[in-house]
Structure formats: structure tokens, C-alpha cells
């Protein structure tokens, strides 16, 4: 098998390629190749189909009549007579204005060109998954720009608001416009309004080991006695690690010593241009081994419980994989926050992701040395467009809205961090690429680990939508460990699924356990076999915690505190 961490540095592979890092800085890491040959993909399949296209005119002369006769009618009001509907999730015509001839008509139309559109891009007999998708996703995201939405003439509830205003809004929002560009051209971002330290990251605690990549920070005991066994965080260094420790009221890690756990957090460096060298196995290494390490040679306990979201939960399924390869017993048990170990079904990341673009990308990283934070949030950013775009182009620039004040979650949103060129090159090929974790080709040491070593019992949580980590593709845990596996399933998305206090407002989730010696399900067969429940996960996942940590005991001493929580490498821009 291959061994990755013997080869060369793969963003290092063409040391000397300058035509190739102009062109790809010219298309902002964008691969044209790839571009290409996905709409001549399309093409050329679509224009061998007659029988797709037959298919799309009638649809095309449906739509047309329908249309024409819903004009004819007037415009009915009723939601019964339109001759398409919205999305559930598409909030761009509901207020009632929408509802009013002429825009009702330019609703309709643009609703039923997208229907079309999906249509046209989707099923084309010959055509590569991969494109279908893709080119489902970029025709959409050509059509959202064309919505009657982000027009002033088209859309009501400028025009009304326009009228309110003899116009100011329309002064404000080019005030907003200039400044936004300004701000682009400038490279400034915006800023996190919360401090660190003082609004958010608050819960306390010392910063009690430290090497380049992280700080491990040891929370203060919030009870009399605490579990025995402690909880490990490994957050992704994609963010800072304070999503876990917002405002006192919606911290997950005070929320934890509350229920008498004593919680070890990592805080992971935001790495400049000079850490491009450093990889996965350096973070694999320096974080949760390092604190491992620390956590057990201190407090004394030969069993951790370690939690993991998002991409520091697959570095978790790596460490656990590793260590149950080598008899490391340290574990007690994983809990996956977000977190994928089978990339096969990535949600729609996976349509920026193949050999093109990760080798254009490597050429932006190559010069640059890492990857820098607005670019991660763009492709972010474009996976619902429609809510962080589209939407904030009306507020701000047809509506005239000032930026609305942030709260602990959309500030820490705007922290954001940037990504080694090594690491990020790694973890696009081995895991999105290649899916190395899941089938047994991913090295550590020079030797491979299999998901299927894990014996620990796992606790998993999906959010239903979730754009980044989909929950069908974080639910395949059950398919590759070796172990017993509760899996709690939340509305929300990626971040505010997770992050769920209790006592949130409209907030469910459902819950099942799946033993290892009990036939797998699907994910469709275990929504049906999940219990529903109101309110938060949090406490079902310390119940679940609670059984398995020990008796209660005095809490563990701070030793080697180099200084109080929440350090200093959060802190870095």
C-alpha cells in the first residue's frame, strides 16, 4: 500500500511551476479545465438524448401554458391554482406582496424556469454523476443571480420600502454597497464583534500545556465531585474552538462541568504561511496524542472520553483507528460531532472537489502557503447561496439594512482561520478524493489503520441540515466501526444543530442505538426506528456519558498551569 507520509510534500511536487500559479491565481483557484469539460460533459450527452429532449420541450410548452393560464386567471391569490411552489426552505416570496400581479407573475415564471432548469441538468442518460450534480448546482446558482429578488423593479417589498422612505434606503444601500466593496478590494474582512475572553470563551478554566499547533485548556470543576474518567474536545482548526464555549448560556463546555465532567479542551494555533509544511500527521500527533498524554499523566486516569466535531472528529476516528491498531487503551469512548469517516456521499463540498481543482488549488496554496480564510468561506458561502448571498444583497443594498447586530454564533462565524498548504492538500486527496480512512488505506506511523479496530461505544450526532458534513454521510460511522453506536439526529445545521442548549426554542432530535451484533439499517430504515424528542440533545448525551465515566470522585488538581483560559492562541488573527 501507499505510504502518504513518505512522499514528497504533494503541494511541493512541482517546485518550480510559475505559469501554472498565475493562471490559477487569474481564476481564483477556480479550474477551468474542469469547468469545461462538465458543460461539454452535459452537452454533448444532452444532444445524443433525443428522448431527454423531447421530454424537456414538452415540459418547456407545459410550463409555458401554464404559466399563460395562470395570467389569464388573474393571478389567483390561492396557492392552489399557482403552477409552481416554492421550496419549504426558499423564503424569497413569502411575504404576501409576492402575491400581487405583476410580481406573482415574475415569481411564478422564475419558479418554473428553475424547475425546468433542474430538469435540464438532471437525469441526462451518459452523464457522470459527478456532472449531473455539478451542473445542477451551477445552473442554479446562475438562476438564483437572476431571481426577481434582487432587483428593485421586480421586487415589492423594495419598491414598497423605497416608497416608505422617499428612497433613503436606496442612498443607505449604496453607502453599503461602496463600503462593502471598498472592503473587498481592501482584503479586510468582517470583524467579530463578541471578545474572546471577555463576551464569549468566558467558562473558566487554564491553559495547562502547549506546543506549536495547540493549547490544551483544563476546565474549572463547576461541582463538588466530578465523573472519574474526563472528556477530551478536539475541534476543528478550521474554526476557532470556542463554537463549543460561546456566551455562559450557550456553552456546550460549561454546560459539561455543570453535569459534573471534567472537560479538557484543545485550542488549536491559526497557522500562518510559514506552517505550510505541516500535515495530518502533525496535527494527529500534536493534538489529540499530545493531549492524551498530558491528560492521563496528570490526573492520573487510564481511560478518556474523547469528543470530536467535524474535521478535528475525523482526526479523532484517525487517533482511535490508530490506537486501536497499536493496543492504545486510553479510549473509553468517541463521540462525533458533524463528523465524517466516509467521504463517498460529502454533500455538495464534493462538487468542488476533484483532481482539477485540487490540483489548481495546489497551486494557490503552493503560493501562498496555506489557504486563506475568505477563501474557505466562499465555497461555503455558495453552498446556500440563497440565504447568505442573495439575501443579504436585498437587506442590505435594495432594503438599506444596517448589518444586524451579531450574537455569540454569527461573531464567532466571522473568526474564522486559515488552513496549511500540506494539510489541506492532504485531507482533500486522502479523505474527499481518495476515501483512504474508510476503506483501510490511510497510514499512520508507515502502516495502515482500519476504522474497523474501533471497540469503543460511539455516539454520533447529524443535523438535518447540514450543507458541510450531510447527516446520511456522518450516520456511515455504523458501517465502518467495530463497536455499539447511539446516534442522535437534531435540526439545525452544521453549527447551530450542535450547538443546541438546552431550553432552545423549536428544537428536536431524534435517537437510536444500533449494537454491533444487531443487523445494520439504513439511514431511511433508522429514521423510522428512532424515538422522537423535544428540546435539546445535550442532556440524552451526558446521560449517555454518565453511564460510562466512572463513579464520582474530588476533581482532578490544575497542575503545570501556564496561564488562565482562554490562552493566547485563540486569540490570533
Known sequence: MK?????????????DHPIRKLLSSMTHGISPAAEINMWTDWALHLATAPDKQLALARQAQQNWTS???????????????????????????????????????????????????NSATSDIPGLTPAHDRAMTFMVRQMLDAMAPSNFLATNPEALKRTAETSGQNLIE???????????????????PTKIVGKDVAVTEGKVVFRNHLMELIQYAPATDTVHREPILIVPAWIMKYYILDLSPDNSMIRYLTEQGFTVFAISWRNPTCEDADLGMLDYLKQGPMAALDHICATTGTDKVHATGYCLGGTLLSIAAAQMARDGDKRLASLTLLAAQTDFTEAGELMLFINESQVSVLEDVMDEQ???????????FQMLRSNDLIWSQVIRRYL???????????????????????????EYLRQMFLNNDLATGRYHVDGRAVSLRDIRVPIFGVGTETDHIAPWKSVFKIHDLGHADVTFALTNGGHNAG????????????????????????????????????????????????????????SPPEMTGALEDAPGTYVKME
Not at 507520509?5 to 517546485?15: C, F, G, H, R, S
Not at 416554492?86 to 406582496?97: G, I, Q, S
Not at 444601500?173 to 470583524?191: C, P, V
Not at 444596517?402 to 482561520?417: C, F, K, R
Open 67 to 117: 404559466w399563460l393560464q395562470f395570467m389569464a386567471k388573474g393571478c389567483p391569490t390561492d396557492p392552489k391554482h399557482w403552477p409552481a411552489h416554492p421550496k419549504k426552505t426558499d423564503r424569497r416570496f413569502t411575504n404576501p406582496l409576492w402575491t400581487k400581479p405583476p410580481y406573482s407573475a415574475w415569481a411564478q415564471a422564475f419558479l418554473l424556469a428553475e424547475d425546468f432548469a
Open 369 to 379: 502557503g496555506c489557504l486563506e480564510a475568505d477563501q474557505m468561506m466562499s465555497a
Open 498 to 553: 450542535v450547538v443546541s442548549k438546552p431550553g432552545h426554542n423549536r428544537r428536536h432530535y431524534r435517537i437510536h442505538t444500533i449494537r454491533d451484533d444487531e443487523n445494520t439499517l439504513t439511514p431511511e430504515d433508522w429514521l423510522e426506528a428512532a424515538e422522537m424528542n423535544q428540546g435539546s440533545w445535550w442532556p440524552a448525551w451526558t446521560e449517555w456519558l454518565s453511564k460510562r465515566a466512572g463513579d464520582k470522585i
Open 3 to 15: 505510504d502518504f507520509e513518505n512522499e514528497p510534500n504533494p503541494t511541493k511536487a512541482l517546485p
Open 173 to 191: 444601500g449604496a453607502f453599503h454597497a461602496f463600503a462593502d466593496t471598498q472592503n473587498t478590494l481592501q482584503g479586510t474582512r468582517k470583524k
Open 399 to 425: 432594503m438599506g439594512e444596517a448589518e444586524p447586530e451579531m450574537n455569540d454564533l454569527m461573531s464567532w462565524n466571522a473568526d474564522s482561520t486559515r488552513m496549511p498548504a500540506r494539510m489541506h492538500s
